[in-house]
């Protein structure tokens, strides 16, 4: 008896034994398990592709480059910016009169792109340029030299590795609506029951308004997109002229009519530039525009006198928009038909430069004009020392580009004290600079497909890791229970714990 006893509790504490050694090798197993399962599912090197696209503008070019995981082109949000560069002097408009330098004036920025891209990559980077209002105007007031312009940093591109995919001046309804896919997409307002941003892009000669709205009584103004599962029923407008630069000169060009035929102009008092600021122009410079009408004048210069003094600059700018006419229920200016403005907005390019120097990106309307009053009332040497490192010229205009960029949005576009809040002035979303060129990349390479691609449960790492576990589990459940049910006892008997 006592023989078996004893034999009972050896094979007890055999049993115990085999338990917790079993245990320990559970848990060992399960760390192994896991371990191996989250080294294997860590993202390999991930294999980058790349984009190219060249935003050439009416006041200068940049040159943007894009990447995302090769195998994840679908995936909303994916693509990002992976370097910028601007070229340096103006616009490629500018080349009017020596169109076959304009491609050479994109050598620094291209070669730039070259190094940022890897070697191996080069052949299968498509690239773009797409040429916005500036070429706009060159195409109206002299097309042979706009195409001449095009041709020669066509040409230029083509000497370069990358996939040439054309050279071309996009329509302001391109430009509209691919600058409001961009800040939607880095957004991630894709492919959700979540609203989407509006888009307000103001350049130096034309702006852009896009938001998504129920209707829309003018067929020029609708876009509609299938993408990711939704549909977006867009209202889009751009306004030739209605960049700062071309509203600046549309503005002078007024002060210069009006007072036309009364005395030789010598100096022209502006409300909208500092109390002494006193620079000599060129009626060229004001006149050389297809915004503004022509003037025979037998004076070449004359004196640009700042005033500083806002409520008239707000008067004087106010009349650059003509709100009397309307054949839609509602307009913004011009005649043009504009739904009334909802929901939120991304506000960039110019709107964001302007409004992030005056401090006024954030609070009131109200405040924004009293700040703005304020800073107009400065004189012109105080600003200077105030702000050393600051180009000149931007610095000269920042009082009457504020003045536009308010009055553009409260007369032109609508948006009062109640609304002014949902505007977002913004550079960059993420790692990206928000503007209509990473939404022409995406349409042109099918990036962002009409329907959302099926999602599997669960992400590929997680669904292995699960999957290992389970199977771990099983194993030790099916050992386990071998062990303790089916090993024979010395008596014969089966041993229960
Ligand atoms: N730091 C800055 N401060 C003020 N204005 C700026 C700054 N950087 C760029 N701009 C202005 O932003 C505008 C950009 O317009 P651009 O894209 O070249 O023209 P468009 O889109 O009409 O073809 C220009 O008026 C340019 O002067
Ligand atoms: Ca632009």
Redesign the pocket.
Same mark, same amino acid.
């Given at each position: 008896m006592d023989e078996q006893r004893e034999m009972k509790v050896k094979n007890r504490t055999m049993v115990r034994t085999m338990i917790i050694t079993i245990t320990v090798f559970i848990v060992l197993g399960f760390i192994l398990m896991v371990t191996i399962g989250v080294v294997q599912n860590k993202p390999l090197q991930q294999k980058y592709k790349y984009g190219i696209v060249l935003?050439a503008? &009416?006041?200068h070019t940049s040159v943007y480059i894009y990447e995302w995981p090769a195998e994840k082109e679908n995936n909303t949000g994916m693509v990002q910016q992976k370097h910028a560069c601007n070229v340096k002097g103006k616009g490629i408009s500018s080349y009017s009169d020596k169109p076959t330098l304009a491609g050479a004036s994109l050598k620094e920025c291209m070669d730039e792109a070259c190094e940022a891209i890897p070697v191996h990559r080069h052949s299968e980077t498509p690239i773009y340029l797409g040429a916005?209002?500036g070429m706009r105007l060159l195409k109206l007031g002299n097309k042979s030299a706009s195409e001449e312009v095009l041709k020669s940093v066509g040409q230029f591109l083509q000497t370069y590795p990358f996939s040439y995919q054309g050279a071309r001046i996009i329509t302001g309804q391109e430009?509209g609506a691919f600058g409001w896919i961009t800040v939607n997409y880095l957004s991630n307002n894709f492919g959700k029951a979540s609203t989407t941003f509006g888009a307000l892009?103001?350049?130096?000669? &034309?702006t852009q308004i896009t938001f998504v709205t129920a209707k829309v009584e003018s067929q020029d103004n609708t876009i509609d997109f299938r993408l990711y599962g939704n549909d977006y029923h867009l209202y889009t407008h751009s306004f030739l002229c209605y960049?700062k630069d071309q509203v600046l000169k549309m503005s002078l060009s007024k002060s210069i009519n009006s007072k036309h035929g009364q005395t030789d102009i010598i100096a022209l008092e502006d409300p909208c530039f500092h109390e002494g600021y006193n620079v000599t122009m060129t009626f060229q410079s004001v006149f050389n525009s297809p915004c503004v009408g022509r003037l025979n004048l037998t004076q070449n210069t004359f004196t640009h006198v700042g005033l500083g003094k806002w409520s008239e600059c707000h008067t004087v700018v106010r009349k650059v928009f003509q709100k009397s006419e309307c054949k839609y229920s509602t307009c913004s200016f011009n005649g043009v038909f504009q739904p009334p403005v909802h929901g939120n907005f991304g506000a960039f390019?110019?709107f964001y430069f302007v409004m992030d120097f005056l401090n006024l990106t954030a609070g009131s309307l109200d405040k924004a004009q009293s700040k703005l009053q304020e800073y107009c009332a400065l004189p012109w040497n105080t600003i200077k020392k105030m702000y050393p490192h600051v180009k000149e010229k931007y610095l000269a205009e920042y009082c009457f580009s504020g003045t536009y960029i308010l009055t553009l949005l409260e007369d032109g576009y609508n948006f009062t004290s109640d609304n002014w809040n949902y505007i977002r002035f913004i550079k960059k979303i993420g790692e990206s600079d928000a503007?209509?060129t990473l939404g022409y990349m995406l349409n042109l390479t099918n990036m962002i497909p009409a329907e959302a691609p099926d999602k599997p449960l669960l992400p590929y790492g997680g669904y292995v890791t699960f999957m290992l576990l389970l199977s771990f589990l099983i194993l030790s459940l099916c050992l386990l229970a071998y062990k303790c049910f089916c090993r024979p006892t010395g008596s014969g008997q089966r041993d229960v714990i």
């Open positions: 935003d503008g &009416s006041s916005t209002a430009e892009d103001l350049g130096g000669a &034309s960049g390019s110019a503007g209509w």
